[in-house]
């Protein structure tokens, strides 16, 4: 089954109001779709949760003539073909005209988001040319999966406590677990608010993320002055320099457990914070980079040292490889379609979320299908 073809859909939703992380702000709800046709009709899907994504895009642009042509069912041959790329002097063949392209150190997340599309497509076309959803391809059997509701931001001209009926209206509809963003007050501001949630969820499971907040003193002040609260894991708490080391004196000074690996590009990062971080739950996004073909490869690595994987985001692709896992653990899931619009909007159809567990159906490859109205319609 040859490929003959790779299109790119970025799209861009403007968010009603602005989403404070710690430190960053979302403005818009934004993904890529990657298309892969093939010359025996079969076209998967994948997409990428990434940005700055002109830059993505015309990363795959140059990508199509390296993979135009192979066969789409070896998927291995692509991925280390693309990967190539970031260690080779393929790139100066990419484009010529652009002389010195500079797709090494300062391109490689994109690299490896624009990875993660084209082999999360070609898992779609596997899927679908054997008539199988992912999860069965990958051996595992059906069963609801897992997942929280995340949510929780700093919500630009609101009350950081808007946070507290928030997080009770997720536990009302069914959630067991839920997440919340810390790290944008100070702490005595965010004690205020994790509190007050604990109170009005009563027992479920409360996650809090810090998107790399914190230095290491400043986290383990932090955490020690929330972990009466019952917190279930503290995510990614520090400055992205420290992320790994840090991380494992962290862990020598809570009892909570620690979550990270959303922003690792590739296995070699997660076997780093694994090793020397501490974690207990590894949160790779294969919608970020690398694709489903690495994501096995780390969630093998975690397995190892028992570690349970949480992946970032797109459940829709996410929760075959969770349901799939030895190790598989939950999926993220953002229940606020003011933040999530693209959840509501992009699918006709897709896993069904039903009182806190992810529903996978018996549709060949990821089993969703695009709304191309909605694409067209925030094309950027």
């Known amino acids: 089954m ?7 859909h970025a799209i861009a939703v403007p968010l009603g109001t602005v989403f404070w992380m710690s430190r960053e702000p979302y403005r818009t709800d934004s993904e890529i779709i990657v298309e892969v046709t093939t010359d025996e009709g079969i076209t998967g899907y994948g997409q990428i949760h990434g940005r700055p994504m002109a830059e993505i895009v015309t990363i795959l ?20 073909k693309l990967f190539d ?11 010529p005209d652009l002389g010195q392209p500079h797709f090494g150190a300062g391109k490689r997340p994109q690299i490896m988001a624009a990875i993660a599309g084209i082999d999360i497509a070609l898992w779609d076309i596997k899927g679908k040319a054997l008539g199988l959803p992912i999860w069965k391809l990958l051996g595992a059997k059906n069963r609801p999966v897992s997942a929280y509701g995340s949510g929780g931001y700093y919500e630009q001209g609101e009350s950081p406590l808007k946070v507290v009926d928030e997080m009770a ?11 919340m963003k810390c790290g944008g007050l100070d702490v005595a501001g965010d004690l205020e608010r994790i509190s007050k949630v604990r109170e009005s969820i009563g027992d479920a499971w409360l996650m809090i993320d810090a998107n790399s907040a914190y230095t290491l003193e400043q ?13 279930f894991w503290f995510e990614e708490p520090l400055h992205w320099y420290d992320s790994a080391r840090g991380l494992g004196r962290l862990a020598t000074r809570t009892h909570v457990a620690l979550a990270s690996g959303e922003s690792e590009l590739h296995r070699w990062g997660i076997r780093d914070l694994v090793d020397l971080g501490g974690i207990r739950y590894m949160q790779f996004d ?3 980079a690398g694709g489903v073909t690495e994501f096995l ?22 929760g075959h490889l969770v349901l799939a896992a030895p190790n598989g653990f939950a999926v993220e899931t953002f229940p606020n379609p003011e933040r999530d619009p693209l959840w509501t909007e992009l699918y006709t159809k897709r896993p069904e979320i039903r009182s806190g567990m992810l529903h996978l159906s018996e549709d060949p490859g990821f089993g969703f299908d695009i709304d191309w109205r909605t694409v067209d319609r925030y094309r950027v």
């Open 2 to 8: 040859i490929i003959t073809g790779l299109t790119t």
């Open 61 to 80: 642009d140059n990508f199509t003539e390296l993979i135009t042509g192979m066969d789409a069912l070896e998927h291995l041959a692509v991925w280390h």
């Open 85 to 95: 790329v970031t260690t080779s002097r393929t790139r100066e063949k990419m484009d």
């Open 169 to 179: 209206g997720y536990v009302e509809a069914g959630y067991r677990a839920v997440k």
């Open 219 to 231: 986290a383990t002040d932090a955490i020690q002055t929330f972990a009466e609260h019952d917190i």
């Open 286 to 288: 294969c919608t970020r």
């Open 297 to 318: 490869r780390v969630t093998a690595y975690a397995e190892m040292h028992g570690i349970m994987v949480a992946p970032h985001h797109d459940p829709q692709i996410h």
